[in-house]
């Protein structure tokens, strides 16, 4: 089949907070400057999923209200998607769109927004501190990189819990509930995350892994071509400077792990 890689954005009108958009122009530029064809199908809420046409998945962030509006509508796609990971498709779910991976995101004022019940894992927001600012994480579970930390920013209520493997270790933050030091998800072709920023443009390495994934569930096993990261890199870097994690981190001297998946 001649087409091109397909990365559906779901409900990008109401899953986009902090431009998590973002996260897939650096897939389609990453893509299109190695001469892979990649296109963005946005999915509005109601309308259809025609997962034979797709290569990943992207679920945004967004506020308590937009995730009320996007529960109502979730058990239409419920099936398709838990078929969806269970067939290894990988998918990419940030902060209100992690929480929605979920069983149950309860607010603050207690109110229970149902989530897809793709994995085992529920969210509940918490009175007091609300989990804000730059965060950098040691992901071991990035294959093939020397440097595995990833960066970004997070701003949440909610405090995740999951038996999981997590994507990474908190350096700095707060990650999945400001609590056992973990951060996020990474479960058969799902990473679930708190870092927005949007996440890709500073983390290059996982955005070369997402795209060798979406790749690979379309049967093709290239390696991908190396790209001049410097500026992502350097990018990076300040974030980790900001929050005073000198280069040479642990993370950056051990050697890469092997794949999960
Ligand atoms: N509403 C959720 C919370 O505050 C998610 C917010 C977000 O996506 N940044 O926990």
């Known amino acids: 089949m ?24 650096v897939l389609r530029a990453r893509a299109v400057v190695r001469g892979i064809d990649l296109e963005v199908v946005p999915i ?27 529960a109502s509508m979730l058990p239409q796609y419920q099936s398709d998607l838990h078929y969806a990971v269970e067939a290894g498709m990988p998918m990419l779910a940030v902060c209100g769109g992690y929480q929605l991976l979920g069983d149950y995101y309860e607010t603050l004022g207690g109110d229970l927004v149902k989530g897809l019940r793709l994995v ?5 927001a918490e009175p007091g501190t609300r989990l804000v600012g ?22 949440h209520q909610g405090r995740t819990y999951h038996p999981y493997l997590p994507l990474g270790k908190v350096l700095s933050g707060y990650g999945n509930n400001g609590r056992d030091g973990l951060e996020g998800l990474h479960h058969l072709g799902v990473i679930g995350t708190y870092i927005h920023g949007p996440l ?27 790209l001049d990261d410097t500026l992502e890199w350097r990018a990076h870097e300040h974030v980790l400077q900001m929050l005073g994690i000198s280069k040479t981190t642990p993370a950056e001297t051990s050697q890469p792990s092997e794949s999960l998946a």
Not at 200 to 226: C, I, M, S
């Open 2 to 25: 001649n087409r091109p890689l397909r990365v559906a954005h779901l409900f990008p009108e109401l899953l986009n907070l902090y431009a998590d958009r973002g996260n897939l122009a």
């Open 44 to 70: 509005r809420l109601g309308e259809p999923l025609n997962l034979a046409e797709l290569d990943m998945v992207l679920l945004g962030g967004g506020s308590d209200k937009e995730q009320m509006q996007v």
């Open 120 to 124: 085992e894992m529920y969210t509940k």
């Open 134 to 155: 730059n965060i950098a994480i040691e992901c071991s579970s990035i294959p093939g990189v020397v440097r595995q930390t990833v960066v970004g920013f997070e701003n």
């Open 200 to 226: 890709l443009p500073k983390n290059p390495h996982l955005a070369d892994y997402l795209l060798t994934k979406a790749r690979a569930f379309r049967g093709v096993q290239e390696p991908l071509v190396e």
